[in-house]
């Protein structure tokens, strides 16, 4: 790791620090989203409609993302980075407590808030400590921990469930509980860091970083139709139990956790271009195939399929590293997961209305055109992306002023 004015060594290390506040976020995130189908459906009695409100209302928080840059001018990135993880798990660890749709949306909306400000300013730290020749395997490694923390996290909600017989409220509280605890042990072993350049404290826009926001609005509008439906989908169609959801999150996250690493040497080596199509090929695939899929064992094929698809995404991360200016980093993460949210405010409503007029397949097939946009926008990344040579077309645009 590349960071100024750290003397620390060994595990008290910032990639350390990454690595371990990776971990503490699938634990609790992992939990929830094996229990939110059953419990939503289940035990409050939930169709798709009402499951796209509570979705599109967790996707509030992600469309304010770019209000992480006002905050940072109060608190550190690190210091608020860890209290949003705290409050993750708070939101989660309370879940289970409120049985009703209005109680799923008040924790639900409580969670996102955590969940997405912790994942706007970790990708700004991960960015911000990493050698842009490094930062592949970084995140690449970072996301096999995720993985592998969401790999135990769905074997114990498995065991809990399925053998210990716990009632979901208690796994909700020790799920979240977890994710706290570690928060707040990272608060007390760890010092603060600090990044070799300043951060812009005031939201940052500008032109030559277009093809950038494209590629981050198509990815979250896609994504925000799978994680919701695809999900829904093996409740409501394959009858999927909690325990038999946890197996499927099992399967998908130990082979993520092996193949993530690789993938990140895979972009190093070949780059952000070409991952990216290969990316977007295998998801046009995908979305098409789960649209008619009529075999539970073939849908879950299909689920492993795209986590590992999504895993490529990593290579829009570092594609913007490589064309940013150093000190756009941290405004630029919370407006790229404003960016990610726009879509994502409105589609879980909107589909799930789709899915209830229509059919499960009409979502799915709108997945597939929306990954078809990308690939396009893929071919317009340049093979050695840099400042001044950020798309095919046109090379570096005139710089906008930053908003204020």
């Known amino acids: 790791m590349n960071v100024a004015n750290n003397p620390s060594t060994g595990w ?11 971990i503490a976020m699938p634990i609790s995130f992992s939990t929830w989203q094996a229990l939110f189908n059953n419990f939503a459906h289940d035990q409050i009695g939930s169709g798709a409609w009402e499951v796209g409100l509570i979705q599109s209302l967790r996707e509030v928080p992600g469309f304010l993302s770019f209000t992480v840059i006002f905050i940072l001018l109060v608190f550190r990135e690190q210091t608020f980075a860890l209290f949003s993880l705290a409050l993750l798990g708070l939101g989660i660890a309370v879940t289970g407590f409120y049985p009703s749709f209005w109680g799923l949306m008040l924790t639900t909306f409580l969670m996102s808030v955590g969940f997405h400000y912790f994942e706007t300013l970790h990708q700004s730290l991960a960015l911000q400590w990493s050698d842009k020749s490094k930062a592949p395997m970084v995140l690449g490694r ?65 032109r030559r970083y277009w093809l950038w926001y494209a590629l981050t609005f198509m990815s979250g509008s896609r994504r925000q139709i799978f994680i919701v439906f695809s999900l829904f989908l093996m409740v409501e169609k394959f009858g999927f139990d909690p325990a038999a959801m946890s197996l499927m999150f099992v399967a998908s996250t130990g082979i993520t956790m092996f193949v993530a690493p690789k993938i990140g040497k895979l972009v190093a080596r070949f780059g952000e271009r070409r991952a990216l199509i290969f990316e977007y090929i295998g998801l046009i695939g995908v979305f098409a195939a789960y649209a008619f899929v009529d075999t539970a064992w073939i849908a879950v094929v299909l689920y492993v399929l795209d986590h590992l698809f999504f ?69 317009l990344v340049p093979h050695n992306p840099r400042i001044g040579n950020e798309t095919v077309v046109g090379g570096s645009a005139s710089q906008a002023a930053p908003a204020e």
Not at 12 to 22: D, M, P, S
Not at 149 to 168: I, K
């Open 12 to 22: 008290r290390r910032a990639e350390v620090f990454l690595i371990l506040t990776a």
């Open 142 to 206: 970072i996301v096999s921990a995720r993985s592998f923390a969401a790999l135990v996290s769905f074997a114990l909600v498995y065991v809990a469930l399925d053998l210990g017989g716990l009632e979901l409220k208690w796994v909700y509280l020790i799920g979240g509980g977890v994710t706290l605890a570690i928060a707040v042990f990272c608060w007390t072993a760890f010092p603060r860091y600090e990044a070799k350049v300043g951060q812009t404290k005031k939201i940052v826009l500008k």
């Open 311 to 379: 895993a490529f995404a990593l290579a829009i991360k570092t594609y913007f590293q490589k064309i940013a200016n150093p000190e756009d980093i941290a405004s630029s993460s919370g407006v790229s997961f404003t960016i990610s949210h726009i879509a994502a405010v409105f589609i879980p409503a909107l589909y799930g209305y789709v899915w209830v007029q229509h059919s499960a397949s009409a979502v799915f097939l709108s997945a597939a055109a929306m990954a078809g946009v990308s690939l396009v926008l893929a071919f």
